[in-house]
């Protein structure tokens, strides 16, 4: 069964750069699938940041792109997000999760991760 | 970027009766090569991660209920749930994957009367 499971900091000051690691379980990333990073602002709805696949295509939301770095660690089995020039407009849960097809990005996300919150304050 | 709407947002229905909620694309998301059109339904509770219900604005994702149904076509699509049950209570999403940034409707929230 395939897991993930998000952890980072919950709290991060403005200006600084939020990091969080995906830990995959049940799976190798090395495997294939292109792995995604989302996030919920509280109360709102869903934002996809970006996405991944190891042969190296990394694909980012262009509202982001600038401050957003998606990079993989195989040994670990594991893929981070580090958001730079965080304000309180990045607050939110942030999920990792993979698609349902295995070699394509154009599918929807079958697998979450439960989420982790990070609130960007002072 | 395509955007999704959806309406309404939120409805209140009684137990056993139909819930029916709509998303619109701002641009097609059917791909005429392959027929599909790039359109998810998830399902989303309190606390936790969205559950896909939908792909492929009809395909119901294996596990879940017969009640859940999707349909249409390019840009206006439909999540129907035919016999809301109490565990149906939710804020239910529709997403394109069609076209990167992969965007999601703003969520509609279901109730039970």
């Known amino acids: 069964q395939v897991q993930l499971q998000e952890s980072g900091p919950g709290l991060v000051k403005p200006s600084e750069t939020l990091s969080l690691t995906c830990t995959v379980s049940?799976?190798?990333?090395?495997?294939?699938?292109?792995w995604g990073w989302l996030r919920q602002p509280p109360g709102r709805g869903l934002e996809w940041i970006g996405s991944?696949?190891?042969?190296?295509?990394?694909y980012y939301n262009p509202s982001l792109k600038s401050r957003v770095t998606i990079s993989v660690d195989t040994s670990k089995n594991q893929f981070s997000l580090r958001l730079s020039s965080v304000t309180a407009a990045d607050t939110a849960v942030y999920y990792c999760?993979?698609?349902?097809?295995?070699?394509?990005?154009?599918?929807?996300?079958?697998?979450w991760g439960r989420g982790t919150m990070v609130t960007v304050s002072s | 970027d395509i955007v999704m709407t959806q309406s309404p947002d939120s409805l209140t229905v009684s137990l056993g009766e139909k819930a029916t909620i709509n998303c619109k694309s701002t641009?097609?998301?059917?791909?005429?090569?392959?027929?599909?059109?790039?359109l998810a339904w998830y399902q989303q509770k309190p606390g936790q991660p969205p559950k896909l219900l939908i792909y492929?604005?009809?395909t119901r994702e294996s596990g879940v209920p017969d009640r859940f149904s999707g349909s249409g076509s390019g840009t206006d699509f439909t999540l129907t749930i035919s016999s809301l049950q109490a565990e149906d209570v939710a804020v239910y999403y529709c997403?394109?994957?069609?076209?990167?940034?992969?965007?999601f409707g703003p969520g509609t929230k279901v109730d039970v009367k």
């Open positions: 999760a993979r698609p349902r097809g295995d070699d394509n990005m154009h599918d929807p996300f079958e697998i």
């Open positions: 049940g799976y190798s990333i090395s495997s294939g699938y292109y």
């Open positions: 991944f696949y190891l042969s190296g295509n990394t």
């Open positions: 641009q097609s998301v059917l791909y005429y090569s392959n027929n599909k059109s790039y």
């Open positions: 492929w604005a009809s």
């Open positions: 997403q394109q994957y069609y076209s990167p940034p992969f965007t």
